[in-house]
């Protein structure tokens, strides 16, 4: 079991950037895949990226890919989203999640993650 936390959130203008960070703690690092989710009111989590366990491997929602950065370090037990171009369609609040050894389809499957952040609020103005 990990404990995350999440930050970078914010507000930014449209076409604008933020950098999310998720800091684990608690287990080895490096055993888990690493997803980012969001949600936005009314609407159901789902799955923007995720970091396949050690490292290399990333996945991508249609909707992100070109725009946003899915990167790790292990050393840092760390998980960032680089998040460029943002539209306003973007403003969710993003949670990081983490499971060990996950792999295929799950990585993009809410229900296979167990630990998850508190989230970040990130607001894209138009």
């Known amino acids: 079991q990990v404990q995350l936390v999440e930050s970078g959130g914010g507000l930014v203008q449209a076409g604008g950037s933020l950098r999310l960070s998720c800091a684990a703690s608690g287990s080895t690092f490096s055993i888990y895949t690493m997803g980012w989710f969001r949600q936005a009111p009314g609407k159901e989590r789902e799955v923007v990226a995720a970091s396949k366990w050690p490292g290399g491997s990333t996945y991508y929602a249609d909707f992100v890919k070109g725009r946003f950065t899915i990167s790790r370090d292990n050393a840092k037990k760390t998980v960032y989203l680089q998040m460029n171009s943002l539209k306003p369609e973007d403003t969710a609040v993003y949670y990081c999640?983490?499971?060990?050894?996950?792999?295929?389809?799950?990585?993009?499957?809410?229900?296979?993650?167990?630990?998850w952040g508190q989230g970040t609020q990130v607001t894209v103005s138009s």
């Open positions: 999640a983490a499971q060990p050894f996950l792999d295929g389809s799950n990585l993009y499957n809410r229900y296979a993650y167990n630990d």
